[in-house]
């Protein structure tokens, strides 16, 4: 089975201050990368797919994605309370199958 | 408005007793899936559609059947459900150009079901 590892957190920063977020997975042959958040008792949204090695931005948000090291991360610059929520890495494996991490609660505090 | 819609969004049932819960889209979405979410192990993908009759197993299928007759219809059947299949279930789709990319989500509300 694939695997999407990510810190489960609580990743706790301060109002205005840069989060940083992390994913490893396992398959090699992985082709498209993405990133929901999900606010308590909601369902997943998603804010940032990326499929390329390097970075692609979209406002305050910054996907990173490095093939060779398995890794992807999502930035998330001047962090606002709303931000506060889960953040779901997502990997699609073969076209077909989209194994999701458990996610990293984000804590932004005022 | 674009959108995936469950139904129900709560069920209380006992065990062995069928039930459906239904999924559609309105955006013309390929692909669909099933997900359950359960605390500490995340979502898990327990089926998928690439298209109109073509579906498979994700990796937790054991106790569920879907099935796919129109595009946009997506229904997760549970034939005998039990106490372990208490979870909250999201049906999502998302565009799939003839199989070869997949765009990312749009998630239905969800569905918290309980079997006692």
């Known amino acids: 089975q694939k695997e999407v590892e990510q810190n489960s957190g609580p990743l706790s920063v301060p109002e205005g201050a840069i989060a940083s977020l992390n994913c490893t997975y396992s398959?090699?042959?992985?082709?498209?990368f993405f990133w929901y958040r999900q606010y308590s008792g909601k369902s997943p949204e998603l804010i940032m797919s990326i499929y390329s090695n390097g970075d692609k931005e979209d406002g305050r948000f910054t996907a990173q994605l490095n093939k060779a090291s398995q890794y992807v991360s999502l930035l998330i610059r001047d962090s606002q309370p709303s931000d506060s929520a889960t953040y779901l890495c997502?990997?699609?494996?073969?076209?077909?199958?989209?194994?999701f991490g458990t996610g990293t609660k984000l804590q932004v505090i005022p | 408005e674009a959108q995936v819609t469950q139904n129900p969004r709560y069920l209380i049932t006992v065990t062995g007793k069928k039930l459906t819960v239904t999924c559609s889209q309105n955006?013309?979405?390929?692909?669909m899936s099933w997900y359950r979410q359960d605390p500490g192990l995340g979502l898990r993908q327990i089926y998928y559609?690439?298209?109109?009759?073509?579906?498979d197993k994700g990796d937790v299928p054991e106790g569920y059947k879907v099935s796919r007759k129109e595009k946009r219809n997506f229904p997760l059947i549970l034939e005998s459900p039990s106490p372990n299949q208490t979870s909250l279930y999201f049906c999502?789709?998302?565009?799939?150009?003839?199989?070869?990319?997949?765009?990312?989500?749009?998630f239905g509300s969800g569905t918290r079901l309980t079997v006692v």
């Open positions: 398959d090699r042959g992985s082709q498209s």
């Open positions: 955006m013309n979405h390929e692909y």
């Open positions: 559609s690439m298209n109109v009759e073509v579906t």
């Open positions: 997502a990997v699609m494996y073969g076209y077909q199958k989209v194994t």
């Open positions: 999502a789709s998302s565009l799939s150009v003839r199989g070869s990319a997949h765009y990312g989500y749009t």
